[in-house]
């Protein structure tokens, strides 16, 4: 089979070289080809699809792209020693116009004061809806205020607020509730407040000492497309730069969110990579240069490399038409190991000058380490997460074309003009011909790395905290610490989503989420919670609302108050049609809440709590507690809760990674497997099958082994790496192994070359 590999390779090399106009002339236009394929994909961001998707993980990924409420920027103004609540505002509405006439195409939505129109439309809204936004609590306290001795004095209290010239909005209200009805059912609305931190006045979201304001702004992109969100940082930032110097004895402002922290982070990898690329590649290229004595060399080695690239991204558009970027940017690791295939070839041309006898050498073992690569990759596809099978269809396509692509286009392009003796001079070459295996103190120190490891490597833990993995500018880390401090810093934020197929059945599981949450915080269990479980009902619980207020007001209990403050107002000096607007607040017909005032209720004050994505319908609870209770509360409020999704960072990571890990112990004895069957089919000796393999493997545990002694742990991107640098191996051992069988074989010394 090798003479066959080998002669077939031959005799496409010597074909082409009787048509070099045709080679020439095909290269360009495969590649461009390739690359129009390669710019045709659309590339997904989504860091979720990391997570190999059981029906477990799938409901969670579902659940959190559908929820809101961690997509936007908050903006935090503080105002300066001496300033108060006026330069806050002023700050505020500056900003405000700013930024609208700057980014206005990149916000969905800001929020910076709550206009007059909003405030009255939720008064009317409530008053046309009120049995709605009342509970048990309320009626009990409107049953003690029916007594005559109450009303009496509700009438006196009225009467005095109506005759006051000072409260002429006060007199209305006194007139239209003098129960305090409308205002029972508008206090419902206070949990959805961020805490007692924060109140609204006059529109603005400020804290009771006028010392801090918040506003909100909602970019059009999401959280994880970085490119989009670029643009509006970076105005974000110019703009509060401005302005904290132009305001700078009055308020100063920065700003916290998810999506800045994306930004941030995507910056410094592409910074990174830049640079730990650039030092590579020149380090690279000087080094093949030096090596191989040809400026264009570095050129031939990376062409097939960057073929088998353009290859893996060509079939995936062919196949799905969209790519995980996570998955193609762990997959630029490849790198290293396409190059070896380049590296391999020149290295036995360099050391031959003949290609019937490099083709003969090199053939199978490439192809063969090619093909365990390959395999070793497509085992990412038992997974079951989109990034995984993405990198495994990518990596394996990349290096088997790159092996293919390298046994053909090199020999065409490259040719040894130098004697061999002349081409084996440098420090490369003497290293390479240094025999390690006779070296005792080398063979001691792997003896000693290898039984060392055997306990060092039982010390390498899993880091399930992705928030390890992420850089945060210190400005951003500053503005965040400053955020929290407001928002109680001490205190652990759980975010509780129900969840459901309509809104109705998501209504249905926050209301039970509610009550279970109410009586928690009675029990001082929790520190408080945020939350439209009050407010955002299910048809159901409207109409069990609507039978509640008929009882309540049957046996003639309306017509009696009626009568009994018509008797006070008269005795006080009032009309008989004092209180009318009242009285038709009582005696109007109520139903369920209306479409156009559900959709209004969502857009305008429920935007942030209230989500309806991909046909799934998501309900957000924030709820406050102490760090020792958090993972004791989200594990009793999973079990009992059904359709409910507690998203607590390191709680969510433990739960989805722990299965990553758990994954890829299984994906690496899939690879063992395969690595033994492979290299014995290749050499068809178990002698010679256990030998390849004892470098493989012994390599495997030093890694484990030093990784353990130097505290370095595995984290959710390295452990996909290790595939890589596995492969690595798999290569090294086989061309070793087949350079030790030239020798042994026909005495010659071609190890080096290996």
């Known amino acids: ?160 607020t109506v005759t006051s010239p000072q409260h002429m909005l006060a007199s209305q209200l006194a007139r239209q509730d003098p129960l305090g009805l409308v205002a029972a059912a508008l206090r419902k609305f206070q949990r959805l407040q961020s805490g007692g931190q924060f109140i609204l006045r ?49 308020a100063q402002a920065d700003y916290f969110g998810a999506a800045a922290v994306a930004v941030a982070n995507a910056r410094q990898i592409k910074r990174d990579i830049v640079i730990t690329l650039s030092i590579a590649m020149i380090a690279l290229i000087a080094l093949f240069i030096y090596f191989y004595r040809q400026v264009t060399v570095p050129l031939i080695i990376f062409f ?50 003949d290609v019937r006898q490099l083709l003969a050498s090199t053939t199978k073992p490439l192809l063969m380490c090619a093909v365990f690569t390959a395999v070793d990759f497509l085992s990412l596809l038992f997974l079951q997460s989109d990034v995984l099978s993405d990198l495994g269809i990518f990596a394996s396509i990349s290096v088997l074309g790159a092996a293919v692509f390298a046994l053909i286009f090199i020999p065409q392009v490259y040719s040894p003009t130098r004697k061999v003796t002349l081409r084996q001079s440098t420090f490369v070459d003497a290293i390479a011909r240094y025999d390690f295996s006779r070296n005792r103190w080398l063979n001691l120190l792997a003896l000693v790395l290898i039984v060392v490891s055997l306990f060092t490597s039982r010390w390498v833990s899993f880091n399930d905290d992705l928030a390890t993995l992420n850089y945060q500018p210190a400005a951003l880390k500053a503005a965040e ?29 926050n209301t039970a989420l509610y009550r279970r949450l109410e009586s928690l915080e009675k029990q001082e269990q929790i520190h408080g919670f945020q939350s439209t479980g009050g407010v955002a009902l299910s048809n159901i619980r409207q109409q069990e609302k609507l039978e509640q207020w008929h009882r309540f007001w049957s046996d003639g209990k309306r017509e009696r108050l009626i009568q009994h403050l018509r008797i006070e107002g008269q005795a006080v000096g009032f009309r008989d049609n004092a209180f009318q607007p009242f009285f038709d607040l009582l005696e109007q017909p109520y139903a369920t809440l209306k479409p156009d005032d559900r959709t209004w209720l969502d857009e305008s004050l429920f935007r942030e709590l209230v989500g309806n994505r991909n046909g799934l319908v998501t309900m957000t609870t924030v709820v406050k507690t102490s760090h020792d209770r958090a993972i004791a509360l989200i594990d009793s409020l999973m079990a009992d809760q059904a359709g409910v999704l507690a998203i607590d960072r390191k709680h969510l990571q433990e739960r989805l990674l722990g299965r990553l890990e758990a994954d890829f112990n ?41 990784m353990g002694i130097a505290g370095v742990q595995f984290n959710a991107f390295n452990i996909i790496i290790t595939t890589l640098i596995f492969g690595l191996g798999v290569d090294y051992s086989i061309f070793v192994t087949k350079g030790l069988i030239e020798e042994y074989t026909y005495g010659s010394w071609d190890l080096p070359a290996y």
Do not use: C
């Open 481 to 509: 610490q400053r955020l929290d401090t407001l928002t109680d810093y001490g205190a652990k934020s759980i975010y509780l989503v129900a969840y459901g197929e309509s809104y109705d059945e998501a209504a249905e599981r």
């Open 666 to 706: 299984n994906l690496f004895l899939i690879s063992s497997v395969a690595v033994f069957v492979v290299i014995f089919l290749f050499f068809g000796s178990l002698e010679l099958t256990l030998i390849t393999n004892l470098p493989i493997f012994f390599g495997w545990m030093v890694t484990l082994g030093l």
């Open 202 to 250: 006059d529109g603005y979201l400020v804290t009771p000492d006028g010392q801090h304001l918040l506003a909100f702004i909602t970019p059009v992109a999401g959280t994880g497309e970085t490119a989009a969100n670029t643009p509006l940082v970076d105005t974000l930032d110019r703009i509060i730069q401005q302005l904290n110097i132009r305001f700078q004895d009055v």
């Open 1 to 160: 089979m090798q003479t066959k590999l080998a002669e077939l390779f031959y005799s496409i090399f010597r074909w082409l070289q009787h048509r070099k106009a045709m080679f020439y002339l095909a290269l360009p236009l495969i590649f461009v080809l390739l690359a129009y394929w390669t710019s045709r994909i659309r590339f997904e961001e989504n860091i979720t699809k990391l997570i190999p998707a059981d029906e477990s993980a799938a409901e969670v990924n579902r659940v959190l792209e559908a929820v809101t409420f961690t997509d936007h920027l908050v903006i935090h103004i503080t105002a300066a020693p001496g300033s108060d609540e006026t330069g806050l505002r002023a700050y505020a509405d500056t900003f405000a116009q700013a930024i609208s006439r700057s980014a206005g195409p990149l916000i969905e939505a800001m929020q910076v004061r709550l206009n007059d129109e909003q405030l009255i439309e939720l008064v009317d809204l409530v008053s046309r809806n009120l049995p709605l936004f009342l509970d048990e609590t309320d009626y009990r306290h409107i049953d003690r205020l029916l007594v005559p001795d109450s009303l009496r004095a509700i009438v006196a209290v009225a009467y005095e």
């Open 304 to 353: 097939p490399a960057v073929f088998g690239s353009l290859l893996g991204m060509a079939v995936l558009y062919a196949l799905k038409g969209t790519v995980s970027a996570i998955s193609i940017g762990i997959g630029s690791v490849l790198l290293g190991l396409t190059l070896d295939y380049s590296l391999h070839i020149l290295s036995h041309y360099r050391g031959t000058g």
